[in-house]
C-alpha cells in the first residue's frame, strides 16, 4: 500500500514539476529572453561605457566586476516572480484544490512549485552567462563555489516567492515584494560597485543586507575574490535559505491559506 502511495505520489510530482516546466517554456520569450536581453544591456550600458572613467574595482575590469551582480539579480528576480505568480494565480483561480487533493505528499507539492522557478532562474542564469563570459572575459575561478551559491539562492528566492503567492491577497502583494523590497536590496547589494569603497556608515549598513552576502558569493565563484569571506557569505545564505524552505514546506504540510 505504501509503496503503491509513494509510485502515485511520485507520478503526481512529476506531472506538477512538467506543468511548472512548461509554463515557462510555452511563454519562453517572456519568461526568459526578456531577462536576458535586459541584463545584457545593463553590461553593455554600465560594463563598457561606464569602463572609460571606472577601469577598476577591487583589480578586476569594470566590466568583468559587475557580471555576477547582474547574473544574481536576474536570476532571484525569475525565481521569486515565477514561483509567487503561479502559486497565487493557482489560488485565485482554485486549481490548486485538485493539486491538494492529488495523492501526494506536502513536501511533493512545495518541491513541484518550486521547479518552475528553479528552470527559469537557471534557463537565464545560462543564456546570461553564454553572452557575458565571451565578451567581457569575466573568469570562472570557483565553478564549485558558484554552483552551492547559485542553488542557495535559488532556494532562497524560490521559497520566498511561494510563500508570497501563499499569503499574498491580490496580484499586487506579489509585485510589491519584487519592486519595493527585492530589487532595491539588490541593487544596494554591492551589484555595481565594490561596498568596501563606501564610506561609514554606509559601509557597516551594508552587511545587514542578505542579498549583500549572495552577490558575494556568486562574485567569488566568478572572480575568486569578493567583499566578505566565502564561508561567511555561504553561512549567511544558507541560514536565510534552509529556514525559507521549511517555512514554504510547513505551509504545504499544515494547509494555512491553502484550504482556506
Do not use: C
Amino acid at each position: 500500500m505504501n509503496e503503491s502511495r509513494s509510485i502515485t505520489g511520485n507520478r503526481g510530482l512529476m506531472w506538477l514539476a512538467r506543468r511548472e516546466t512548461l509554463r515557462v517554456s510555452k511563454l519562453w520569450t517572456q519568461t526568459i529572453l526578456a531577462s536576458i536581453m535586459s541584463s545584457s544591456l545593463f553590461i553593455v550600458v554600465f560594463g563598457f561605457s561606464l569602463s572609460g572613467r571606472i577601469r577598476h574595482v577591487e583589480g578586476f575590469p569594470y566590466r568583468e566586476f559587475i557580471v555576477p551582480g547582474l547574473l544574481t539579480m536576474a536570476m532571484v528576480q525569475a525565481a521569486y516572480s515565477n514561483n509567487s505568480a503561479s502559486v497565487f494565480q493557482a489560488r485565485s483561480d482554485r486549481y490548486i484544490n485538485d493539486v491538494l487533493s492529488a495523492p501526494m505528499r506536502p513536501w511533493q507539492m512545495n518541491l513541484g512549485y518550486n521547479v518552475g522557478g528553479v528552470v527559469r532562474a537557471l534557463a537565464i542564469g545560462a543564456g546570461l552567462a553564454a553572452i557575458a563570459i565571451p565578451v567581457t572575459g569575466v573568469p570562472v575561478r570557483e565553478p564549485f563555489v558558484l554552483a552551492a551559491a547559485v542553488a542557495l539562492g535559488l532556494v532562497l528566492f524560490g521559497a520566498l516567492g511561494t510563500i508570497v503567492g501563499i499569503f499574498a491577497h491580490t496580484f499586487d502583494h506579489h509585485t510589491f515584494v519584487n519592486n519595493l523590497v527585492i530589487l532595491p536590496l539588490v541593487f544596494v547589494g554591492g551589484v555595481f560597485y565594490s561596498v568596501s569603497r563606501l564610506p561609514s556608515p554606509w559601509h557597516e549598513l551594508s552587511h545587514f543586507n542578505p542579498i549583500f552576502y549572495l552577490v558575494s558569493a556568486v562574485r567569488y565563484g566568478f572572480l575568486g575574490r569578493a567583499d566578505v569571506g566565502i564561508g561567511l557569505a555561504l553561512g549567511v545564505t544558507a541560514g536565510l535559505a534552509i529556514p525559507a524552505y521549511l517555512w514554504s514546506q510547513w505551509l504545504f504540510t499544515s494547509g494555512r491559506k491553502l484550504k482556506a
